[in-house]
């Protein structure tokens, strides 16, 4: 499927489209780090009515949107095709039918253009959204990732190898964010409404249980999530009211200082001097706030995207599609979705 591509001029120039959940994006980034375009789709108020993406929608608006969002991140740069290199797509992991659309969409244009297609994992895209930051982070890192679909922690030495020390049992982190807001009665998404609707609140209001795990660096997200659930519900049935606004502080400190606490624990365990955040929950106020107080009280180098490119976003998928191409890999027409790639 894949052949080795040794002949890498100086600059290279990534289109990328990024189609594995509910945003369109497309975007150009030159050498993996300087951004020219970014144009994001974002399907929330399709999906909004239904408390969740529904895949067979995303796909459909996927197909109305892919040539839009590409169209549009060459005008905003005032390229044409003619200034690209190459282009990256996710194959993976994501909805199958989202994925499928980017996925037989870049091959098309990338036959047609005679342009390679690079094939990107949408996790390292996540990892690889911190290069696109006015200070770029040193290798070797540690990277915490805590999206709606997966969260791990990951220690880089080199460009796109990815040691796996913790990852979760259970739910995501953004997953257990989602659901808690639900029962707070907060729309999708819920990590941000639930994180906005905790400013002010009282973190001690609600304590809540910390898993005691096997690997020390895993994460277990289902117990708290379910003691949360448990405790609105015992209020509610008592016709008491859920204070709500001291609930959403206390899960989403609780949460956060788990996410942030081990991850310390890694760099300080491994001797990596270098931390990273990546995926959505890293947008979240609190657990930059959290790992950047510990990464200083700690002696550790602090890195973390830029709100923009926490969430899903293609100029990530550039970003790591450019060290991907560094590394030899190009797809050919034989690529397929993989909706449960791994890192
Ligand atoms: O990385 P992402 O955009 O998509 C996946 O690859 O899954 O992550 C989306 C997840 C959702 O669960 C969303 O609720 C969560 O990230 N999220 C947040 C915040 N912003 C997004 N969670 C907590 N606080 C936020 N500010
Ligand atoms: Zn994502």
Redesign the pocket.
Known sequence: MMENNKDIKKDIVILSLET??D?TASAIVKNGTELISNVVKSQIDVHKKFGGVVPEIASREHVQYCDKVIDEALEQANYDFDDIDAFAVTYGP?LVGALLTGVSYMKALSYALHKPLIPVN?IHG?VYANYLSKTKPKLPFVCLI?????SHIVIMHKENEYKIIGRTLDD????A??KA?RVLGLSY????N??RLAIGGNKDALLLPTPKLNNKYDFSFSGLKTAFINSCHKLSQNGQDIPLKDYAASF?SKITDILAEKTIEAAIDYEIPNVCIA???S???V?RETMSELCAKHNLKFYMPQLEF???NAAMIASAGYFTYKNGIVADLKLNAIPNLQI
């Open positions: 594995s959940c945003e994501g949408h996540h805590a999206s709606g679909g997966h995501a982190a953004g997953e964010f989602d807001a998404p819920g990590g941000p639930l994180s989403e995926g959505g929950v947008a979240n106020t657990l926490c969430t899903d």
